[in-house]
């Protein structure tokens, strides 16, 4: 791990006797927390620094949070309010044999009014075979959950897994900024847009397709923001390469491809004077694909200016027709020579970025939910009735949803694109890729 994040903080928070202290000794490697079964018994605020997989955080671990009214229980209540302040993350440890109790739920709610990202990690799932239908209830919250049994060492790769992805992503956004890779055909203008972007000849920009072979990197800033610009080697069709023979060229589709995995936002530039062609909806697929944020950056539309309305017109009714599968593709227009069009792309960025981050409550969405389904109910399976649950949230970047269900095989891939559709509708998160899963709920 970088040391920019070595001394990041990972809190752990839950009632008594759900596991704290054996996720902390197993994290830090240390018998420091005290495991007994008897509820109370950790009182003070540990602190032990960890490294796993070359990451290094601090964990914290805190007094059980009850519903107690008494002075001690109040007092470990206001130390662990106090604490969340200087924590980077956290993880929200309960019993998944004991199942949700009320106590949870006011945990949850103070980890929210905190603001920190954090995992619940559901603790004492020991037959991991049943883990899908113990953790149902736990989506509720709208977070990433994972199931755990701590005794037996089960799960903590995940959690570990868990802070490592946060810890990193919160560093890089915080040092680094927003990462754009600008990704499409060669000699589309990538280079020129970068160029004039950073207002310096960091890529070499001739006519020549081809010219840009690696991805680089470089930082920028606008207004208060930062990001991290990408360019990449223009993508040349499979058999063009294959023509060539040129490894240099497949190397560079492969750094292009690594480039938009990495990314939190893809820029597609194309030709505006010539339009999308095939091979940028191939690529627009495999963006997708991978669930990151698209914006089609329509490059060197200053030219013909007298017929630009017309042009434009044309260009939007070409691109309705070869991305059908993404009727809502972001479209701005540019010219990396003039810089005409740079501020309506970032406004669209950072308007994109917004909606990646989007939070929705599970109250908002089952208000919605409900609606909808009561409107347009899911198709019969097998004669039986497809009857819906609950619908919440379970990740950002993309959004990432579940909803529950009696019988989740009978909810046709139509029927998800519906919901997904309203989803976006309802929420302002068109553009953006979304994730809609379906699951069995625990209650039958």
């Known amino acids: 791990m970088s040391s920019s994040i070595k001394n990041a903080r990972v809190g752990l928070i839950g009632r008594p006797n759900v596991g704290k202290s054996t996720l902390f000794n197993l994290l830090t490697h240390t018998r420091k927390a005290i495991v007994k079964n008897q509820p109370g018994v950790a009182r003070d605020v540990i602190v032990e620094p960890a490294e796993w997989w070359g990451q290094q955080f601090d964990v914290v671990d805190m007094g059980g949070v009850t519903e107690a009214k008494d002075t001690f229980s109040l007092l470990i209540r206001d130390q662990v309010v106090e604490t969340l302040q200087s924590l980077d993350i956290l993880i929200v440890v309960m019993d998944g044999r004991i199942g949700l109790v009320p106590e949870d739920r006011d945990i949850v709610r103070i980890a929210v009014e905190s603001g920190k990202p954090f995992l619940i990690a ?28 701590f005794e037996q060492g089960y799960g903590v790769d995940e959690v570990v897994e868990w802070i490592k992805d946060h810890l990193e992503t919160q560093a890089n956004i915080r040092r680094e900024g927003v990462r754009l890779a600008i990704v499409g055909k060669p000699n589309v203008g990538k280079s020129s847009m970068c160029n004039f972007l950073l207002d310096e000849k ?43 023979g040129d490894g240099v060229e497949i190397l560079s589709a492969y750094k292009s491809h690594e480039a938009i995995e990495k990314a939190d936002i893809v820029l597609l530039m194309v030709d505006a004077t010539m339009g999308p062609t095939d091979q940028d909806t191939k690529l627009t697929e495999y963006i997708v694909a991978q669930n990151k944020a698209v914006i089609l950056v329509a490059n060197k539309s200053d030219v013909a200016k007298a017929t630009m309305e017309a042009h434009r017109l044309w260009f939007r009714e070409k691109v309705a027709r070869e991305f059908h599968f993404f009727p809502d593709l972001p479209i701005v227009f540019t010219s990396a020579v003039t810089g005409s069009g740079v501020d309506q792309l970032f406004e669209k ?96």
């Not at 046709?412 to 519906?418: D, E």
């Open 122 to 149: 559901v603790n004492k799932v020991d037959r991991p075979h049943e883990a899908d239908l113990m953790l149902s209830e736990f989506y509720e919250f709208g977070r990433d959950v994972v199931a755990t049994s």
């Open 202 to 244: 960091r890529m070499l920009v001739s006519d020549i397709a081809g010219t840009t072979v690696d991805a680089i990197e470089a930082q920028f800033h606008r207004g208060d923001k930062n990001y991290i610009l990408v360019d990449t080697a223009g993508v040349r069709k499979q058999a063009k390469r294959n023509q060539t």
């Open 349 to 444: 960025i950072d308007e994109t970025w917004d909606k990646l981050k989007t939070k929705v409550s599970t109250s908002s969405l089952n208000k919605f939910f409900y609606e909808v389904i009561r409107q347009a109910p899911a198709p019969v399976y097998k004669t039986r009735n497809v009857r819906f649950y609950y619908l919440t949230q379970t990740g950002q970047m993309p959004p990432s949803f579940i909803a529950f269900a009696n019988h989740p095989e009978g909810v046709t891939p139509a029927y998800r694109r519906f919901l997904t559709k309203r989803l976006q509708n309802q929420f302002d998160l068109q553009g953006i890729p979304i994730r809609m899963h379906v699951m069995k709920s625990r209650n039958l």
